[in-house]
Every structure is written in structure tokens, then in C-alpha cells.
């Protein structure tokens, strides 16, 4: 951190500065209150670590000189470790919470500043984190080989019960964009139905909203058509959300359908690091893999050998990401519909050899499935999966003993689809059945579901207190920093507690 009392930044912006210091009677007064394991001492000592010069950069230097941004980001800190994410709280808890007087030396931002300032805190989180993960590993305190992958739903700040169709939502801007147009001319608009904001100001931010609804759900609508005619929902049964227009509809935790984001992260199982972190407007984890390793490279400048994940994240098209980027992937593999039969009663897929060298599959009865075709199927974020098509001679098929138990086609023989990325699929399944694999799998419960219980039940993370995905990203990447922060101050306390404990003895003269 830069500045006095902990570095000053070099910019030619001037600050405000802050009303104490470290000789102040009443700073002095808290600093001999407060215990010496208390977490704003925690906060202070740990962020020396971060370099807030980018920050301090983004200042423009006009108008009324504003609060250092680094007592600010040590405040916000502190009140996220204890799962306070609103800026109104921020404001509220620095009129009343001495320990923040302590932290931030007696600043006292307006409301409208702690907003402000959270908008502005958000494109430099990834940047702090980054600094936080290579000082982690410099310090060897992960080599960032393993990792534990999974994600979770948290509520978006929305109303399940305010979602709407497209007939609806134009029915509604219509209205809102004429009370708007009265606003602009000075009047009073005639009519102001109850779901419709009350004032001028107010009208032109839900207006803003509703605009963002509206092209949210022209995509929703164009991304089911591109859906199979069977998957297809119709038009107007295709709602959105317009307290939160970004935020995914979806099931959580709870079972309660309502808007919310998935959040997910990559916990270190060899320490208690975070190395990855993101939020996808969607409302399952499918197709989250490749960005997650990626954004792990992104942030600790290296790149996982070994992933552990649950069953939603092993497909065929994630286990060729991950062999092409020479990633190990512990999870297991769960059937889905691209070979399960529709009726138990049927051979299963398991149950027919496959025959390489034949490019065939052979049937319980002998017979062989020949390639009849090839198709492609849509995969989540937009990935394609191609499937070959085998079938057996319709000929044949009827006149099988085993017909009964094989298929129901009444014209043609049995059908099986064999993915492009099968061989890969295979391997896999045999992999997990090692005892090698089973003994790493274990350690998957124990690292990243202990991340989402500190978030939920200690952080209070089961609704984010922002709108949009920019906002509530910010308020992931706060929880991380600190948690990062926190590991990795402690980890070095207790290395320097050791030392101090058992110094090394100096060699005895001969």
C-alpha cells in the first residue's frame, strides 16, 4: 500500500487528508482499545502487500479533492470479511463503528462516495488478487498444481415475482417511455400505474432497465430458437427479470425458481488459497471449465495440472479442453443424452462392444451397427459436439430373439451415437475406477465446499446487494481479496512466530 501512515502514492492528484494520524489523542485513545489480533489490525498489516498506485491513478484530480482511496479500499475490506457488501452499510458503519475510525484514521465519506467509490474499485480487483496469488506463490506457499472446482447459485437483487414476457415488457415500456417524454416537457404524466416509479428521476432509471430487458430478451428469444424443435419453449413462456435484467432464471439451493447468477471458484488443495474466481449469468455450472482455467492462468500466472470437479463438469467436450491443455481432470463420469437408452428395460449402451478397428459396434446378439450418419449438437457457451450415428439393418433387427429387449422401432433396428470425443470419454471412465484416482478424488469434499459454507454462512453471500454483472463480480472479487489476503498474511505470522520460536543455531566452532 502506498502513503502516510503506510506508502504515498506518486500522482499529481491531491487528497484529501484524512482528519487523524498516528499521534492523534483519539486514534491513540482506539489503538490502545483495540486487541492486537483484532481484524482491522489483520486488514492494515495485511494490505501492505497491495500496490493501490493504479487506483490512485484513477483519480482526475478535479473538484473537491477526495478520500485516499487506500484507507477507503481498507474499510471496504474490513466490513466485507464481515458480510457487509452494501455501500449504505459502509456509510452507516463508519458514523458509528470505531474500529473503522481506527482504520480509515477518522474519514467519514458521504453515502453517494461509497457508491461511487465501489463502481470505481471494481476493473482494479482482478489486478489486487493477482498481486495477492504471485506473492503466494513466490513465497511457495501454493505451487498452484491442484485445484478444486465447483459453483453454486446466489439470488441476484431482483423479485422472482416481477418477471415479465415480451408482450408484457413492450406493453410496459410504451408507458414508461411516454411518462418520460411528459418528465422531459415539465408535466406530470396522466397516468401512473403501481409497478411504474413515482418520480421523474426515478422513472428514468427503470426506463434505462427496462431498455436492458428488452435486449436481454431478444437473445433469450433468439437462443431458443437456435434450440431442437423438442427443447423449444414458446415465445411467450420466455420471461426476464427487469429489477436485474442480466441475472439468469433459474433454480437455487432452496428450489425456489427466481433470478440469480452462478458464482465459481477454484480453491487450492494444498493450502486455503482461492486461485479463481468468476460469475456466469447462467443458473447451472455447464460449460464453466475452460474459462475457470484460464482465469486461473490469468490471475496466478500458472496453469493447473489437476482438476477436481463433480460429474456437471465432465463431458466430452471439456475432457478434449482439457487434454489439449494437458490438464487431469478427477470427476465422475455421469451418463447423458447422448447414450442411455429411453426405457430401462433395454440394452443399455455399456452392454455393446465397441469394435475399432471395424469403425462398428456389436450388438449383445452379434450383430454389428454399422455408421449410418453424423450430426452436430449444440453444447453450453456456444461449443458444438459432433456425434456419429450407428444403426443396425433394420432386416436383421426383426427378425433378433433379442428384439424385445433392444428396441422399440417398429420400422428400423437399433440405434446407438458415438461422440467424436468417445476414446477420450473411455479413458476416463477406466481412470476413475483406479485406486490413484479415487484416493485424490476424496480431497475434493474437503477443499471447495468449504468455500461456499464461508461465503453463505459466515460471509452472508446468499443474495448479492448489487444489480448487473459488472457489480456483482465486484462484490465476488472483494470477498476473494480479503480471504486471499487474510491466508497469506497468517501463513507468514506463523513462519515468522516459528522463527522467532526456533532459531536456526549457528554452527558450533570445531
Given amino acids: 500500500m502506498v502513503g502516510d501512515p503506510w506508502h504515498a502514492a506518486k500522482t499529481e492528484v491531491r487528497f484529501a487528508a484524512p482528519p487523524w494520524h498516528t499521534q492523534s489523542a483519539r ?32 483519480y482526475a484530480g478535479r473538484g473537491k479533492a477526495p478520500h485516499r482511496p487506500d484507507l477507503m479500499l481498507a474499510i471496504v475490506l474490513f466490513e466485507t470479511r464481515r458480510g457487509q457488501r452494501q455501500p449504505s452499510q459502509w456509510f452507516q458503519d463508519t458514523q458509528e463503528n470505531c474500529a473503522l475510525w481506527w482504520l480509515g484514521f477518522g474519514i ?3 453515502r453517494s462516495c461509497w457508491y461511487e467509490f465501489r463502481d470505481r474499485l471494481g476493473p482494479y480487483l482482478d489486478t489486487c488478487n493477482e498481486q495477492v496469488l504471485h506473492q503466494a506463490v513466490d513465497e511457495e506457499v501454493s505451487g498452484v498444481k491442484r485445484g478444486a472446482l465447483d459453483g453454486s447459485a446466489v439470488a441476484a437483487n431482483a423479485s422472482r415475482r416481477r418477471l415479465i414476457n415480451d408482450e408484457r415488457l413492450q406493453q410496459r415500456l410504451e408507458q414508461l417511455t411516454a411518462a418520460c417524454h411528459a418528465d422531459a416537457q415539465g408535466h406530470t404524466p396522466d397516468d401512473v400505474p403501481g409497478w411504474m416509479a413515482t418520480t421523474a428521476p426515478t422513472r428514468t432509471a427503470q426506463h434505462k432497465r427496462y431498455c436492458q430487458a428488452q435486449d436481454h430478451l431478444t437473445l433469450l428469444q433468439a437462443a431458443n430458437q437456435r434450440r431442437s424443435p423438442s427443447e423449444r419453449r414458446p415465445p411467450d413462456k420466455i420471461v426476464v427479470s427487469t429489477g436485474d435484467p442480466e441475472a439468469a432464471l433459474g433454480v437455487d439451493k432452496d428450489h425456489v425458481f427466481r433470478p440469480l447468477y452462478t458464482i465459481q471458484t477454484i480453491r487450492d488443495v494444498d493450502s486455503l488459497l482461492i ?26 500466472g500458472r496453469r493447473l ?45 455399456e452392454q455393446f462392444q465397441w469394435v475399432p478397428e471395424q469403425d462398428a459396434y456389436r450388438c449383445p446378439a452379434g450383430q454389428l451397427l454399422k ?31 433379442l428384439r424385445a429387449q433392444c428396441t422399440t422401432s417398429q420400422k428400423g433396428g437399433r440405434s446407438l451415437r458415438r461422440s467424436e ?37 459466515h460471509r452472508g453471500l ?47 566452532a570445531a
Fill in 421 to 457: 470425443h468417445a476414446d477420450l470419454i473411455v479413458a476416463h471412465r477406466a481412470w476413475m475406477e483406479t485406486a490413484e484416482a479415487k484416493r485424490v478424488y476424496r480431497l475434493r469434499g474437503q477443499t471447495i465446499e468449504l468455500v461456499f459454507a464461508d461465503f453463505k454462512e
Fill in 371 to 401: 455408421q449410418s450418419g453424423r450430426e452436430k449438437r449444440l453444447r453450453s457457451g456456444g461449443r458444438e459436439e459432433v456425434l456419429l450415428r450407428y444403426k443396425g439393418e433394420a432386416q436383421t433387427c426383426h427378425t433378433c430373439p
Fill in 305 to 349: 495440472q489437476e482438476v477436481l470437479v463433480d460429474s456437471g463438469y465432465v463431458t466430452g467436450v471439456d475432457l478434449a479442453v482439457c487434454a489439449a491443455e494437458s490438464v487431469r481432470l478427477y470427476g465422475p463420469w455421469k451418463e447423458n443424452d447422448l447414450s442411455v437408452s429411453q426405457e430401462r428395460a433395454l440394452f443399455a449402451k
Fill in 27 to 58: 486514534w491513540r485513545q482506539i489503538d490502545a482499545q483495540l486487541p492486537h489480533d483484532h481484524l482491522a489490525r489483520e486488514i492494515r498489516h495485511a494490505m501492505t502487500r497491495l500496490d493501490v498506485t493504479p487506483l490512485y491513478d484513477s
Fill in 275 to 300: 486461485l479463481s474466481y468468476d460469475v456466469f449469468a447462467q443458473a447451472t455450472d455447464a460449460g464453466t471449465l475452460p474459462p475457470m482455467l484460464a482465469r486461473t492462468e490469468q490471475l496466478t
Fill in 108 to 110: 467519514h465519506p458521504s
Fill in 462 to 508: 446468499r443474495r448479492f446487494s448489487s444489480r448487473g454483472l459488472v457489480r456483482v463480480r465486484t462484490e465476488l472479487a472483494l470477498e476473494v481479496l480479503v480471504h486471499n489476503l487474510l491466508v497469506l498474511h497468517r501463513s507468514s505470522s506463523q513462519k515468522q512466530n516459528a522463527k522467532e520460536t526456533h532459531p536456526t543455531r549457528a554452527p558450533i
